[in-house]
């Protein structure tokens, strides 16, 4: 029930875009996107509850498909400071909480 | 702004040792989580509390493992017999609601020898 996630690694410059995906064979009820830095917590970055819905804010944002199966992270202009591992966290009840397989993204200057 | 914070933030164990984990989660949440991630490895749910009972938890979540909210603030995992691949860093979070944001501790490095 894990959902997959592509591409596993992806080096950027700085200024450069990328787009990270997450995928589930079955619907979700909900996808969340957290960063994690090498030694820290994830930290939580957007959630999205809704077929269709888009959100985001500064130059990062995600988008979740109609048949809620699939969400992508997009990152614009990236900076430095975004790099890390990317999870996405799925949940298909509310309660159990599921993490992707993770991306890990390097921005080189 | 509030923040889960977990103690100790590093634990030495011997193998066959039990441990506790402990964890202050953000005051107003109503959902508490424990994660485990094995060095270089994705983020690992264990266990779901909500309401001083477990929601739900993971097949990694075994007779090993338990949880526990003793008092009003804290948050415990409890393993016994430790074993050599119980290693790992492991997350404390909490969240207002079930599938709402989850906000996570600085974690506890637990290295059984």
């Known amino acids: 029930q894990q959902p997959v996630q592509s591409p596993q690694a992806v080096i950027l410059r700085e200024g450069e875009d990328a787009v990270i995906n997450c995928s589930s064979s079955?619907?979700?009820?909900?996808v969340h996107w957290y960063r994690q830095k090498h030694g820290e917590a994830p930290v939580f970055l957007m959630i999205?509850?809704?077929?269709?819905e888009q959100k985001g804010h500064d130059k990062i944002s995600a988008s979740f498909n109609e048949k809620k199966q699939q969400s992508s992270l997009y990152l614009t202009a990236s900076q430095l400071s975004y790099s890390g591992t990317y999870f996405c966290?799925?949940?298909?009840?509310?309660?159990?909480?599921?993490f992707g397989t993770g991306t890990s993204l390097t921005v080189i200057p | 702004e509030p923040e889960v914070t977990q103690t100790p933030s590093h634990q030495v164990t011997q193998m066959g040792q039990e441990v506790i984990l402990r964890c202050v989660p953000i005051?107003?949440?109503?959902?508490f989580y424990w994660y485990r991630q094995i060095l270089g490895q994705k983020v690992e749910f264990l266990v779901s509390?909500?309401?001083?009972?477990?929601?739900?938890k993971s097949e990694i979540f075994d007779d090993q493992f338990s949880v526990e909210r003793p008092d009003g603030s804290n948050f415990t995992l409890k393993i016994r017999s430790t074993k050599l691949e119980d290693s790992a860093m492991y997350f404390c979070?909490?969240?207002?609601?079930?599938?709402?944001?989850?906000?996570f501790g600085d974690g506890t490095r637990l290295s059984i020898l």
């Open positions: 979070a909490s969240s207002e609601q079930g599938g709402q944001p989850q906000h």
């Open positions: 999205l509850l809704k077929g269709g």
């Open positions: 509390f909500y309401n001083n009972e477990i929601s739900e």
């Open positions: 005051s107003n949440h109503l959902y």
């Open positions: 079955k619907a979700l009820y909900s």
């Open positions: 966290g799925t949940s298909y009840t509310g309660n159990q909480f599921y």
